[in-house]
């Protein structure tokens, strides 16, 4: 059963940072489709950082700058680096995964594997 685990998260001041980390199991980081999303209560999920099964690396204009996204090959983890973090960053953040299509298959829209999400809270 894929699993993805996301950490990492919790309270900062603005201008302050975090990294999140996403752990996945009985899934490859490499050579797929993922993504790091957010999503704020009575609000629609936001597209944060996604990465492809190429390698490229897409980012929100509201993040770009400050958010990193990067995969650590030896742990199999999807990894957010969050720098000068500001309020309007405060959100549930989730991983999430596509079925490993291959490299002949351009990533879609819809993710199917989610993790549970781990909440960020940025105070001015």
């Known amino acids: 059963v894929v699993q993805l685990v996301e950490s990492g998260g919790g309270s900062v001041q603005a201008g302050g940072s975090l990294r999140l980390s996403c752990a996945a199991s009985?899934?490859?980081?490499?050579?797929?489709?993922m993504g790091w999303f957010r999503q704020v209560p009575g609000m629609e999920r936001e597209k944060v950082a996604t990465i492809d099964n190429h390698g490229t690396i897409t980012y929100a204009d509201s993040v770009k700058g400050r958010f990193t996204l990067s995969l650590d090959y030896f742990k199999n983890t999807l990894e957010l680096q969050m720098d000068n973090l500001k309020p309007e960053d405060t959100a549930v953040y989730s991983c999430a995964g596509q079925y490993p299509w291959g490299l002949g298959v351009s990533c879609y829209h819809t993710y199917n594997y989610w993790g549970q999400g781990t909440q960020v809270t940025v105070s001015s």
């Open positions: 009985e899934y490859t980081v490499n050579s797929n489709c």
